[in-house]
C-alpha cells in the first residue's frame, strides 16, 4: 500500500443515508475511539465528530469512546507510576473493526504508541488523528522540552505504523508525509455542530453602534503569538478614539478557590501585558474567563470583529482555520496572520483581511482601524464569511466524509482503488 492523500468528498449525505450496514461488511462498522482526555482538541476532532456519526448514520456506524482502551491504573497513573489493571478483558478493542486515537493520552506518549501497536497486534485498522504538527515545535512554546524528550520519535513512530492518519489541511499534510508507512494520509477539515445551542445564541448589539467590539480568544500557549499583537491596541485607540472600540480577551482559566491562582493565570497576567503595552488612562478592554465547551461559541455572539494574531513557524503553519468556523457562524470577519490555512478562506476585503507574518505592527493597526470606521464593510465582510462557514464547516453537512474516507481505505485495502 502506498502513502497517498485522499479526497474524502466522492460520496454526498444522500448515499450514506441510503446505505443498510457499511458497504462491502454487510453490518454496520464498528469504532472505538480512544480519546486522549475531554479537552477542546479532543472535543473536535475526536469526540464531536464521532457522537454525530452514530446520530446521523445509526445503520451505517456504532461508535464507543473511552479514555482507557489499555486498562491502566489511574490511580497509579497520577503519581507516573507505570501499572496496568489485571485481567484487562480488551472489549473495546475486540468488537472495533477501527480504533481511532486523537492526539497524544493525558497518559502520555508511550500509552499512545501503545494503543497503535496493541490495535496491529489485534490485526485491527489503527486511525491516528492530530491537529497539532507533534514533529516540530517552535522555540518559546511552553512544551517545546517535552517534545525533545521523545514526543517528536514517538509520533513519527506512530505515523510509520498506522493504517490512516488524518490531519486538518494540506500544508501540515505536506510536513508529515515523510514520516508515513504504509498508510493513508488524508486531509479532514475541522467543522462545529451548529445545531449546539451556543453556536444559536442571539448576537448581542451595541446600542446605537456606539463602539466595535474586538475578540480574540487563546488557550494558555500562545505567548509567542500574542507578540505579533503588542500594543496593536494602544495604537488602534489612538487612531480610532478609545471611546469608539472595545477588545475582548477570553480564555484566561477560572481561579480554584482551594488553591488560589496557578501558573496559568500568570500566562494571562502576561498575554495582558503583552497585548496592551503602552495603554494608558481608563479601560477598554476586558479579559474574559474560558468557557466550556459546549458554551464555547457565545463568545462570537459579542462580537463585531474577530482577530487570529500568529507567529510564522511551521507549528503554527500547519493549524487549521478552526477560527474561521467560530467567526463566520455569527457574521463576524476575522482579521488574522496569514500563518496557517487562513488563506483558503479569508479574502482581503470580502470575509476579512489577512496580515503578512512579517508585516511591521503598523499593518494591523491601518487595517483595523479601516474595519472599525467602515460599517457596512464589517458587514458585507461577515455576511460573506457566514456562507462559506455555513456550506463547508457545518458537522452536520460534511461529518460523513469520515465514512468515505473508511469506504475508500477498505476498497483501497482489497485492491479495488
Not at 254 to 275: A, C, L, M, S
Amino acid at each position: 500500500m502506498q502513502t497517498e492523500s485522499l479526497n474524502t468528498q466522492e460520496y454526498d449525505i444522500n448515499f450514506w443515508k441510503a446505505q443498510d450496514g457499511f458497504p462491502g461488511l454487510g453490518r454496520k462498522l464498528r469504532i472505538t475511539v480512544a480519546l486522549p482526555n475531554r479537552g477542546g482538541c479532543a472535543y473536535y476532532r475526536a469526540i464531536a465528530p464521532y457522537a454525530k456519526l452514530a446520530q446521523l448514520y445509526p445503520n451505517v456506524v456504532e461508535v464507543r469512546f473511552t479514555e482507557n482502551i489499555l486498562g491502566i491504573d489511574e490511580e497509579a497513573a497520577k503519581k507516573n507510576v507505570p501499572k496496568w489493571k489485571e485481567d484487562w478483558d480488551w472489549a473495546d478493542m475486540d468488537w472495533a473493526d477501527i480504533v481511532m486515537a486523537n492526539n497524544i493520552s493525558n497518559y502520555g506518549g508511550p500509552y499512545t504508541a501503545r494503543v497503535c501497536g496493541k490495535t496491529k497486534e489485534k490485526n485491527k485498522i489503527f486511525h491516528y488523528d492530530t491537529d497539532d504538527l507533534l514533529t516540530q515545535l517552535y522555540e518559546g512554546h511552553r512544551l517545546e522540552q517535552v517534545y525533545k524528550s521523545g514526543l517528536s520519535d514517538i509520533t513519527k513512530f506512530i505515523y510509520h505504523n498506522s493504517d490512516i492518519v488524518t490531519v486538518t489541511q494540506r500544508k501540515f499534510q505536506d510536513r508529515i508525509k515523510e514520516f508515513m508507512g504504509r498508510g493513508i494520509l488524508a486531509v479532514i477539515k475541522n467543522a462545529i455542530d451548529y445545531e449546539l445551542p451556543c453556536w444559536n445564541a442571539q448576537k448581542t448589539f451595541v446600542p446605537k453602534d456606539r463602539f466595535v467590539r474586538i475578540g480574540w480568544a487563546g488557550g494558555i500557549h500562545h505567548e509567542e503569538d500574542v507578540k505579533e499583537f503588542s500594543g496593536v491596541p494602544h495604537f488602534v485607540n489612538q487612531r480610532v478614539g478609545k471611546e469608539n472600540v472595545r477588545w475582548d480577551f477570553y480564555g484566561r482559566p477560572p481561579v480554584d478557590p482551594n488553591t488560589g491562582p496557578d501558573w496559568q493565570h500568570d500566562v494571562w497576567k502576561n498575554y495582558e501585558r503583552i497585548i496592551m503595552s503602552g495603554f494608558r488612562g481608563n479601560k477598554n478592554y476586558t479579559i474574559n474567563p474560558a468557557l466550556p465547551t459546549d458554551q464555547y461559541g457565545v463568545m462570537y455572539s459579542h462580537m463585531e470583529l474577530a482577530i487570529a494574531p500568529l507567529q510564522m513557524n511551521e507549528f503554527n503553519d500547519s493549524k487549521s482555520e478552526i477560527k474561521v468556523a467560530e467567526a463566520g457562524r455569527y457574521s463576524v470577519p476575522l482579521i488574522a496572520s496569514n500563518v496557517g490555512c487562513y488563506d483558503e478562506t479569508i479574502k482581503n476585503g470580502k470575509t476579512g483581511f489577512l496580515i503578512p507574518h512579517d508585516a511591521p505592527k503598523s499593518e494591523w493597526v491601518s487595517i483595523l482601524s479601516k474595519v472599525i470606521k467602515d460599517k457596512d464593510m464589517r458587514l458585507e465582510m461577515g455576511k460573506n464569511l457566514h456562507e462559506i462557514t455555513q456550506e463547508y464547516f457545518d458537522l452536520n453537512k460534511v461529518v460523513h466524509h469520515r465514512l468515505t474516507m473508511y469506504k475508500k481505505f477498505y476498497d483501497w485495502k482489497k485492491g479495488l482503488v
